[in-house]
């Protein structure tokens, strides 16, 4: 009879919240002081279990363990840790991915145990985290500086992945190899002649990772970094907590177009502009405002309000609200990304 080898199963929750603010996507991070780790910690802080860099301990996704005695639903019990956490009372979340690799980062030293985390994306509005001085919010694009093409592409794409990838490409053990590597590389990041695809966030952080472009991919390994540091790209995060950032962000942006989750973002009455420049911001990219007027107000998204808003630092623009009953009219209710 074979024996049984497997080690330790621990099961937590992590949340990818998200806000946008003065037209950035910003996510809410906890601090190592404050062990918003991973449930593989076993009680320790965050800055204990969790891999740092140049000594500080790294940025990480509000995290909270799972009681699979006491806690009725997943959902619940993220609610009330996060809650009791940061001082949020969470409104819209949907689970996102459990991520249960078997090398994750955590480095307890020990092949056989294994961590799983259930995560989960909230989406809120920006406002001061009441109960915790470790509650920090932080740019999006900070941690994936190649996903913003609000002002054209990326210089770092340019100047720094395309050089990278061709070398990779060119490493390949042969032609075939070679030519599903530039394919790969193409479609990722639009190269060549390939479109941009927003979507493919989770498919461009892993194609960096698997070329050593960013700070995991050595520290997962147990690695020395490159030099010249400067070659690896964005903000680094505890674990693999910067997948779970690509992996959120991806769902936002596909979310967009066929679901109104962007009015969660917005208070309850806002102008036009201000809506465009919350999808924006998410999707990366600049829309033409009259084709984007247009598509919103025919597509029943929104409905005027009757007042205006005079603090817009030119002609008062008018308030709108979100249309719910549109939800009962329209299959796929989201908002599009018309003249990107």
């Not at 860099?53 to 009725?72: E, N, Y």
């Not at 005027?304 to 249309?323: I, K, N």
């Amino acid at each position: 009879m074979a024996s049984n080898r497997s080690g330790p199963l621990s099961v937590g929750l992590n949340a990818v919240i998200v806000a946008v603010t003065e037209e950035r996507p910003r996510i809410l991070t906890i601090s190592g002081e404050d062990g918003g780790g991973d449930p593989g910690s076993h009680g320790r802080s965050d800055r204990e279990s969790a891999p740092t860099s140049g000594g500080a301990a790294l940025d990480t996704l509000p995290f909270g363990p799972l009681d699979p005695a006491g806690d009725r639903t997943l959902e619940l019990t993220l609610r009330g840790w996060v809650r009791e956490r940061t001082g949020f009372d969470l409104g819209y979340v949907e689970q996102l991915y459990t991520f249960g690799d078997r090398d994750r980062g955590l480095g307890h030293g020990d092949a056989s145990s294994r961590t799983l985390s259930i995560a989960y994306l909230a989406l809120v509005r920006e406002t001061e985290a009441e109960r915790s001085d470790a509650a920090v919010w932080r740019d999006v694009y900070g941690y994936l500086p190649w996903e913003d093409w609000r002002r054209g592409r990326p210089p770092v794409i340019s100047n720094v992945i395309a050089p990278h990838l061709e070398g990779w490409i060119h490493d390949a053990p042969d032609s075939r190899s070679r030519e599903e590597r530039r394919l790969r590389a193409a479609i990722a990041f639009g190269l060549e002649s390939a479109d941009w695809d927003g979507d493919r966030v989770l498919d461009r952080y892993e194609l960096l990772y698997s070329v050593g472009l960013v700070e995991e991919a050595f520290r997962d390994r147990g690695l020395p970094g490159p030099d010249p540091p400067s070659l690896t790209l964005g903000r680094p995060m505890a674990l693999d907590h910067r997948r779970m950032l690509a992996t959120a962000l991806g769902r936002i942006r596909g979310k967009t177009r066929y679901r109104p989750v962007v009015f969660e973002l917005l208070p309850p009455r806002f102008t036009l502009l201000q809506l465009q420049r919350v999808v924006e911001a998410l999707a990366g990219v600049q829309t033409h405002k009259q084709n984007f007027r247009r598509l919103v107000e025919r597509g029943g998204l929104v409905e005027g309000t009757g007042a205006v808003d005079s603090q817009t630092g030119g002609r008062p623009a008018e308030l709108f609200r979100f249309r719910k009953e549109v939800l009962r009219e329209r299959r796929a209710p989201g908002v599009g990304l018309p003249g990107t």
